[in-house]
């Protein structure tokens, strides 16, 4: 080749060269996530201004914006009331005449068995059949709510109207609070004193007078309600503490002077409690037993 034809040739192999660099990057192959559709905030911007970027909403559209209410169940309502061993007609005849009705509040520390008593009395004023029962557990049947099952203590004051007889076989009206046991629930309690004409104060054999047990004989005193004691669970004293006839005596003595100790400390007006007086009874919740 001549000078002409090697210069021709030359430029013909340049240009294709640089055809082939032009036509690199548009075949080559690159990832999505490599591709850069929108300049940066940066070189918007530019460097020293603060930019703040919103995240893609990532809510998927099953999920309404605005969620709907959702109305919590709180309390179990029963489909069928327990049928009671008295007529409705008899309890609206003795609301008539307030000589026959008590106001009595069932007051007393926590899992000393307070519910417990109000199911003895629940069973004893209507029919009961096993399957009311949840595997031979207690009725609990004043506790209304699902937390309260679910935790197995009171938070609210449930009331109860009750017709029973006295020991002279009279029928009375009983309106029944059960109240709870633990101290940071102890406002329900002292609102069901100012309601109530009496309180029934429930002990535990075996623990026996306790803080909240103290505070709550207090309360009623305080309120002038008559106390009556219920020293309850006291099977316990032969089933845990093994204890003969005479300790167990000796035991439960300790635990009315110590009721006693209390009254006699709120005023000397205040009436004590003893067997004898009959404003003392002993009972077994869980035996379903109860004698004065």
Not at 34 to 49: C, N, R
Not at 51 to 78: F, G
Not at 258 to 287: H, K, M, Q, R, Y
Request: charged letters at 30%.
């Amino acid at each position: 080749l001549d000078e002409g034809d090697q210069d021709e040739w030359d430029d013909d192999t340049t240009k294709a060269d640089d055809m082939e660099e032009d036509d690199g990057p548009g075949t080559a192959i690159m990832l999505a996530e490599d591709k850069k559709y929108y300049p940066s905030a940066e070189e918007v911007y530019g460097a020293e201004t603060e930019t703040l970027v919103m995240e893609e909403d990532a809510q998927p559209l099953e999920e309404p914006i605005i969620k709907p209410i959702k109305r919590r169940q709180l309390e179990v309502e029963e489909k069928d009331a327990l049928e009671a061993n008295y007529s409705l007609e008899f309890m609206a005849g003795l609301m008539q005449n307030p000589d026959l009705m008590r106001n009595v509040a069932i007051i007393g520390h926590l899992h000393h068995g307070k519910t417990v008593i109000m199911d003895m009395l629940v069973e004893q004023t209507h029919e009961v059949f096993h399957e009311e029962r949840s595997n031979e557990k207690a009725l609990r049947y004043t506790d209304t709510r699902l937390d309260e099952q679910s935790r197995g203590i009171s938070i609210k004051s449930v009331p109860m109207s009750l017709v029973m007889q006295g020991s002279q076989g009279k029928s009375y009206l009983f309106n029944l609070m059960d109240t709870p046991g633990h101290v940071n629930f102890s406002d329900e309690m002292t609102a069901a004193l100012r309601l109530c004409d009496g309180a029934l104060l429930v002990v535990d054999a075996v623990e026996g007078m306790m803080a909240n047990t103290e505070r709550a004989l207090r309360h009623a005193v305080a309120h002038r309600c008559k106390v009556c004691v219920v020293i309850n669970k006291v099977d316990r004293l032969i089933t845990e503490l093994k204890l003969p006839p005479t300790d167990a005596y000796h035991k439960l003595r300790h635990t009315l002077e110590e009721v006693n100790t209390v009254l006699e400390s709120c005023g000397a007006d205040v009436p004590l409690v003893d067997p004898a007086l009959g404003n003392v009874a002993f009972a077994s919740g869980a035996g379903g037993w109860s004698f004065t």
